[in-house]
């Protein structure tokens, strides 16, 4: 089966060649996966996976980076690094300092 | 791991549809190659996408296609080629 991923040779569509700085959040996920692989706490191909795993939906909907730290937030709780409740925990207090701050 | 391929030799890329990270794109498999270089031997990303240590590394081959071959449809010139970088279990001798 070809992954979703997987589109040499596919119909694409016209090319956006259009110019964007990157947000602040994107840089830190960036940031975050230069540590992290220094670390040897995550691979490339780690990193991967979990992009080609999202399911072809979350892989249309999710820009960019959020692919990346969909992915990376996967491949810590895999390894131990993280546990799913203290990736909860602070989703929700990142949430409520949104919302303080909005 | 010694290279089972030398520069010059005619492959095959494996017709293969395992799940996981595969480096291998899906529109190369099945087709007929020329081994280009040995690039080196590498950790397979096959197993290091699963968090394993991807050892014993493998030989990886810079494989030349051609476009016209790979493209039916193809519109570019005759000579046209389409350099892939192969991972030694990918491939089988003609």
């Known amino acids: ?102 | 791991m010694n290279p089972r391929f030398k520069p010059g030799d005619a492959v095959t890329v494996r017709r293969a549809y395992p799940p996981g990270h595969l480096r291998t794109p899906h529109y190369i498999r099945g087709h007929h190659g020329i081994v280009e270089r040995v690039c080196g031997s590498f950790a397979n990303p096959e197993e290091l996408a699963f968090g394993r240590n991807g050892l014993p590394a493998l030989p990886l081959y810079r494989v030349r296609f051609t476009q016209r071959q790979v493209w039916p449809d193809y519109a570019g010139a005759d000579g046209d080629t389409v350099d892939i970088e192969i991972y030694e279990h990918w491939l089988e001798r003609v």
């Open chain 1, 1 to 102: 089966m070809r992954g979703y991923h997987d589109i040499g040779g596919l119909e694409a569509g016209p090319l956006h060649k259009s110019q964007h700085d990157y947000a602040l959040w994107e840089k830190r996920v960036d940031a975050m996966l230069v540590l992290l692989s220094s670390k040897k706490l995550i691979t490339t191909d780690e990193l991967r996976l979990g992009i080609e795993t999202l399911g072809a939906d979350a892989y249309e909907r999710l820009s960019y980076y959020e692919r990346w730290i969909a992915s990376i937030s996967r491949a810590l709780v895999a390894r131990g690094v993280i546990t799913t409740d203290e990736l909860g925990r602070r989703m929700a207090d990142a949430g409520r300092r949104a919302r303080d701050s909005a």
